[in-house]
């Protein structure tokens, strides 16, 4: 049976959808891409993986607001 500090816990987290519209190569390689949100609005574009990582951490910032 959980305890209250686990479900305290449980409590704190939440799920968020987060959807990629990706560009890649023949290879299957990232090229470009952009974060939409649920609503199919673009929230951001990438280029690249660390542009990517960037834009998802920005995004997932923002719907802590």
């Known amino acids: 049976m959980p305890t209250t500090s686990d479900v305290d816990k449980l409590a704190e987290r939440r799920y968020v959808t987060v959807i990629l519209r990706l560009l890649i190569d023949q290879q299957q390689r990232l090229i ?30 923002n719907q802590q607001r």
């Open 32 to 61: 470009c891409g952009e974060v939409v949100d649920t609503e199919g609005q673009a929230q951001g574009q990438f280029i690249g993986w660390r542009e990517l990582i960037r834009m998802v951490r920005e995004y997932l910032a």
